[in-house]
């Protein structure tokens, strides 16, 4: 019996790291494309050893400012993060703790809205944005990632304060806390976890939204996403330099969720086991 | 000066009537526990007190004042609750002085504060810990404590002892009976223990289906029971009720029938007339094994050896199970058949509509002083 289950959980093991590896493989074929000259880069046998350069590197950055892109990005990213719990927060507070009628009819519309292709909208959007000035404008870029971002973010804050127990909130009700109150000494604590790892993920989300970008910005707005794909080219050899450019622009990104696995994962996890 | 009088209080929650009129007057300095079934209404009208929930119609008086609209804070309450309900995030400190804080007292009083109270309820080592850090009991101690250092006019606590296990369960009663004898507050207890409304209260409220059944001392609900619900409900192992029929009306005694042939006498006011149907109800405690007087026989189907006395489930005539109170060290088996003797005077008579049908002598709810020495 205690053999068997051993060969189950290394069974499950070995697929975890293939599923992983199958995961990991296009990223460090990325990166590794990046250090290859372009001719090494669409060498047929691919090479996985080869003598490693900047110059795709050096390139990237003397055609395009990176530093430009990324402080987009990140501006954009945090920016929209949080806008979307500004508005998030009072309105997963309500359902949550004074639910109607309608309240799961709502939540789902919002997650309906996430259900239509963005591209349905472009042209409105477009036109929107031209005819207010908030084309190639972070905080239009700003206003739309929260936008779309709102539904994820208000039903996961949701779920969070809904694990709060409501006698910890009649409890502070008795010892005399206004709903303000109640909302940043009580309720914000208890469900820090939750709010921490909702933010971690809009800005990820927020960081490689692509479609958006590209089509509502140029250059002063425009965030890394937008930085990456102005180095495909119909034509020519630009592998290399594409390679490094989009390690230039998932670094950051990729850190960030690093360091915040622990948090992203806990938060996710939240309440699933008591 | 706290008194909590509720006039006529009704809670419907869509279309359910929950609350269907309660009349209480609760005097200053009281322990009053309301005990009732789950679902009676008990928890919803103590949340009524607090402000936690609506109330419908009727009005809440709190020291003559009308508190129907007036915010929980603001009644002079504090509240313990099922579940304890500690802020998670916050030390035991922080936890007791929350409401300090939130009233905006400064830091090194509130900290005087709460220490004054850990010192009350042994909590003082405690102070700095998170309540993750402590046990059951202590979580409690904390939550009474919560409620200490507010100075409320009025406790209200909601089963505050029904997640402990049953030994700290005791020791925490004996706490709170000791701190009620210490502070002389007001104290609304709700409880589905009988054993917690007994021993803890001055007054019990019965409640059932959102109405009072009847209200009165522990003794006295032991003693006289205004119906068969509340004979059922107080008392432990619970009161035997065996179905009879009215076979003599006097003045002063009544005669029935039991199932099988027994008949039993029993001094109370003559309200039945022969051949009505009624109940009859004896507690355990009352009951005897008597091989020379025997009323009715019985063969034991379950023996419950508790040490200072055995419970004997024994099936009688009619197919009823009388649980008969013995000594302990009675030696009993099951099968056995035994004789029992129901004494007339000890038992209690329901009418049809279950009813107590009152005796012609009260019995005395506790022996006067001068006989206890």
């Known amino acids: 019996m205690a053999n068997t289950q051993k060969r189950g959980s290394w069974l499950i093991g070995l697929l975890a790291w293939l599923v992983a590896c199958i995961l990991f493989f296009p990223i460090f074929w990325m990166f590794i494309t990046s250090f290859k000259t372009e001719v090494a880069a669409v060498a047929t046998p691919p090479q996985l050893f080869f003598t490693p350069t900047l110059e795709n590197y050096i390139d990237v950055q003397a055609r395009a400012d990176y530093f430009n892109y990324a402080w987009n990005s990140v501006i954009v990213s945090l920016g929209a993060t949080v806008f979307a719990l500004l508005l998030a927060v009072p309105a997963a507070y309500a359902m949550a703790f004074f639910p109607t009628k309608r309240t799961k009819s709502t939540l789902l519309w919002m997650l309906s809205t996430k259900m239509l292709p963005s591209v349905g909208v472009l042209v409105p959007i477009y036109i929107l944005g031209r005819e207010s000035g908030l084309l190639d404008t972070r905080i239009g870029l700003i206003i739309i990632y929260t936008l779309i971002n709102l539904p994820i973010v208000v039903w996961m804050i949701y779920s969070f304060f809904k694990e709060v127990p409501k006698e910890i909130l009649e409890a502070d009700r008795m010892d005399g806390a206004t709903t303000y109150q109640e909302v940043v000494y009580v309720l914000l604590p208890l469900a820090l976890p939750g709010i921490a790892s909702t933010a971690l993920l809009s800005v990820i989300l927020s960081w490689n939204e692509a479609f958006w970008s590209l089509n509502l910005t140029t250059f002063d707005a425009a965030p890394l996403t937008a930085f990456i794909a102005s180095f495909s080219s119909p034509q020519g050899l630009f592998w290399a330099k594409l390679s490094a450019a989009s390690t230039l622009a998932i670094a950051p990104i990729l850190l960030f969720g690093w360091f915040s696995q622990k948090q992203l994962v806990r938060g996710l996890t939240f309440g699933a086991v008591k | ?373």
Do not use: W
Not at chain 2, 185 to 192: G, K, L, N, R
């Open chain 2, 1 to 373: 000066m706290s008194t909590v009088v509720l006039k006529d209080i009704h809670k419907t929650y869509t279309d359910t009537e929950i609350i269907k009129g309660i009349d209480l007057d609760i005097k200053d300095g009281e322990f009053v526990v309301f005990v009732g079934p789950s679902g009676c209404g008990k928890s919803t009208l103590l949340r009524m007190i607090a402000g936690l929930e609506d109330i419908t119609s009727g009005d809440l008086m709190i020291d003559g004042e009308r508190m129907n609209n007036v915010p929980p804070d603001e009644r002079g309450l504090a509240m313990v609750f099922q579940t304890y309900a500690l802020y998670p995030h916050m030390t035991v400190a922080e936890n007791m002085a929350f409401s300090l804080r939130l009233a905006g007292v400064p830091k090194a009083k509130r900290y005087e504060r709460a220490k004054e109270v850990g010192r009350i309820l042994q909590l003082e080592p405690l102070l700095d810990r998170k309540p993750g850090a402590l046990s059951g009991g202590q979580r409690q101690r904390v939550a009474i404590g919560r409620a200490l250092v507010r100075n409320p006019k009025v406790f209200l606590l909601d089963e505050p002892l029904s997640n402990l296990d049953a030994t700290l369960r005791g020791d925490m009663r004996l706490e709170l009976a000791n701190l009620h004898n210490s502070l002389g507050s007001t104290m609304i207890y709700v409880t589905h223990d009988q054993i917690e409304a007994m021993t803890l209260a001055n007054k019990i409220v019965v409640l059932q289906g959102g109405v009072i059944e009847q209200i009165g001392e522990p003794m006295e609900l032991y003693h006289h029971p205004r119906n068969r619900f509340v004979a059922g409900f107080i008392g432990s192992p619970k009161m035997n009720f065996l179905s009879v029929k009215t076979i003599s009306v006097q003045d002063s005694q009544t005669t029935l029938r039991l199932p099988g042939d027994a008949s039993v006498t029993v001094p109370v006011q003559p309200t039945l007339s022969v051949g009505d149907r009624a109940t009859l109800g004896i507690r355990p405690e009352s009951l005897r094994v008597d091989a020379i007087n025997p009323t009715l026989m019985g063969e034991i189907l379950v023996v419950e050896h508790l040490g200072d006395v055995t419970y004997l489930y024994v099936k009688v005539a009619g197919g009823d199970t009388l649980i008969v109170e013995t000594e302990g060290n009675r030696p009993v088996a099951v099968g056995d058949r035994v004789p029992i003797y129901i004494d007339g005077n000890l038992c209690h008579l329901f009418d049809a509509d279950d009813n107590a049908i009152p005796k012609i002598q009260q019995q005395h709810l506790t022996l006067e002083k001068t006989n206890e020495r």
